[in-house]
C-alpha cells in the first residue's frame, strides 16, 4: 500500500534528518580522494549481474573493500578472488565498516531500496543497478534523498555509456526526424509465467544462505529455488517481470532523446493478471505532456514477442530489440549498436549533426571519477529515478487493471486501485527509516 504524500515527505525528512550526519554530516561531500587514490568500493551482491559489476569496478580502477552476499558459497569466487576484503551476509553489519567511499549495490529489485539508503545515509556514494527500485515511492525518495545529501549517484543503465545512444540522442534533439510524437519500444524477453501457482513444497535452506536477508523487506515464504538465485524477476514480491527488468536500458534511449520525466497517463494490456507473477508478455502506453519546443508524445513498450501495429499494419518490418521514433520528417530505429533513417530514399547522403555528447569514459568509471573529483553522471539518482518511476508505473497499470492519469509531482494515481500499488508495506524489522 502507497503511503499518502505527507508520510513520503516524513520518510524523505528522515532519511535526511535522521541519517545523514552519522558519517559525514547533512549535504557535506565524501572525502576528496586524490587522482592517484583507488576509490575504496563495497559491493552488496557479489554473484550473478554483481560478478560483472565487481570486474567493470576492477577495471576500472577501485579497490573492493567490503563485499556482501547473502549466499557464502556463491560468493566464494569473489570471496577468493579478493582475499583482504572483509566479507559479509547482512548489508547493514557492512555499512559500519570504516574506510569505504562508495558502495555498488547489485541485490535482486525488491531490495535495493534499503541497502541504498543505507550506503546513502552513511555518507556514501552509490551505484545502484537497475531498476533503481522495486516501487515508484521508493524511487522518489531514493533520488530526493541523493539529492539532499549531495552524493554521488549511478544506476546501472550500462548501455546508456555507449557511443550509438549518444548519436541517437544528437539526431533526434537535432530535429533530423522533426517532431517525434510517437516511440515504440519493443523487447522479446520473457520473464513471465503463465498460470503458475506458488511453490508448495519446503525444500530446506541451502546451508551457507542467509534467507531471511535475501527475502529482507519482502513478506517471509518458505525457500524455494523457484525464486533464487535466477528467478525472482517472475514474482511480483521480488521483481517487476520483463518490463522491469529491461525497460531502463531501452526506454532510456526515448527518455533521454526526448527530455522526458513523468508521464501524464499510462495504460497496460496483457494476460489475466495474477496476483503472484509477471505475464509472459505485456503491453503499455504511457502519455507524455509538451516539454519546452517537443510536443507531447506517446511512447508504447511491448514485450514477450508482441508487435507494433505499425509493424502488423505493414508501414515498417518487425524488428528486434529497440526503439522506433516516429517524426513528423521521416522514422529512425535504433537498438543497443545501431540505427537506421526511414524511409531510406528520404535520407540518401544524410550527414549527421555536429557531435555535442562527449563519449564516454565508462558507465562504472564515470561514476568513479565523478565520486573522486565531484563531478556529475549521466544515469544520476535524479535521471534514473524518474525513469524507474516512469517504468514501474506500466507495472502498477497492468497489477491494478486501470489505466490511470498520474501527477508525478504528488505521486497521485487517479484510479485508486493504482495508487494502492505506488508504494508496498515491509517485513516486520525491516523499514524505509532505517
Known amino acids: 500500500m502507497g503511503f499518502p504524500i505527507s508520510r513520503r515527505h516524513f520518510l ?23 587522482a592517484n587514490e583507488r576509490l575504496a568500493v563495497a559491493v552488496v551482491g557479489v554473484e550473478g549481474q554483481g560478478a560483472y559489476n565487481v570486474n567493470e569496478l576492477v577495471g576500472a580502477g577501485a579497490e573492493l573493500v567490503a563485499l556482501c552476499d547473502v549466499d557464502e558459497n556463491r560468493a566464494g569466487k569473489q570471496r577468493e578472488r579478493f582475499g ?28 535495493h531500496v ?60 537535432a530535429g533530423v526526424i522533426g517532431d517525434v510524437t510517437e ?24 546451508k551457507g544462505l542467509n534467507y531471511d536477508v535475501w527475502v529482507g523487506p519482502a513478506p517471509m515464504r518458505p525457500y524455494n529455488p523457484a525464486y533464487l538465485p535466477a528467478e525472482w524477476r517472475r514474482w511480483w514480491d521480488f521483481g517487476g517481470g520483463t518490463l522491469a527488468d529491461m525497460a531502463c536500458h531501452h526506454v532510456d534511449l526515448p527518455f533521454w532523446a526526448l527530455k522526458l520525466k513523468h508521464p501524464s497517463r499510462v495504460e497496460a494490456k496483457g494476460p489475466q493478471v495474477s496476483s503472484e507473477h509477471s505475464p509472459i508478455a505485456m503491453q503499455v502506453s ?12 506517446k ?27 516516429v517524426g513528423t520528417k521521416g522514422m529512425l530505429m535504433a537498438n543497443y549498436g545501431s540505427f537506421k533513417l526511414m ?20 558507465h562504472h568509471k564515470e561514476w568513479i571519477e565523478a565520486c573522486k573529483n565531484g563531478g556529475k553522471t549521466t544515469c544520476n539518482f535524479d535521471y534514473s529515478g524518474a525513469l524507474t518511476e516512469t517504468v514501474l508505473l506500466g507495472t502498477v497499470a497492468y497489477r491494478s487493471g486501470k489505466a490511470f492519469d498520474w501527477n508525478g509531482a504528488d505521486l497521485k494515481a487517479s484510479e485508486p486501485a493504482a495508487q494502492k500499488l505506488i508504494g508496498k508495506e515491509y517485513r516486520q524489522g525491516w523499514s524505509l527509516q532505517g
Request: with cysteine.
Open 299 to 325: 511512447l508504447h513498450w511491448y514485450d514477450g514477442g508482441i508487435q507494433p501495429e505499425i509493424v502488423n499494419s505493414g508501414k515498417v518490418k518487425a524488428w528486434g530489440d529497440g526503439s522506433l521514433f
Open 183 to 206: 516511440v515504440h519500444v519493443c523487447c522479446g524477453k520473457s520473464w513471465g509465467l503463465k498460470d503458475a501457482k506458488r511453490p508448495n513444497d519446503t525444500p530446506p535452506v541451502p
Open 343 to 362: 524511409p531510406e530514399k528520404d535520407f540518401t547522403g544524410f550527414k549527421a549533426p555536429p557531435q555535442s555528447i562527449p563519449n564516454s569514459v565508462g
Open 12 to 34: 524523505v525528512g528522515s532519511a535526511v534528518a535522521g541519517f545523514s550526519s552519522l558519517v559525514h554530516g547533512e549535504g557535506k561531500p565524501a572525502k576528496k580522494i586524490s
Open 84 to 111: 583482504k576484503a572483509k566479507f559479509y551476509t547482512d548489508y547493514r553489519k557492512m555499512m559500519e565498516q570504516k574506510g569505504i567511499d562508495a558502495v555498488l549495490v547489485a541485490t535482486p529489485d525488491h531490495s
Open 114 to 173: 534499503l541497502p541504498t539508503l543505507a550506503a546513502l545515509r552513511s555518507g556514501y556514494h552509490v551505484y545502484c543497478e537497475k531498476p533503481l527500485t522495486h516501487t515508484v515511492e521508493e524511487a522518489r525518495l531514493v533520488a530526493e534523498t541523493a539529492r539532499k545529501l549531495n552524493k554521488v549517484t549511478q544506476m546501472g543503465t550500462q548501455i546508456h555509456a555507449g557511443n550509438n545512444y549518444r548519436r541517437v540522442v544528437e539526431m533526434i534533439q
Open 286 to 297: 504511457y502519455e507524455f505532456p509538451a516539454r519546452g519546443d517537443m510536443p507531447a508524445v
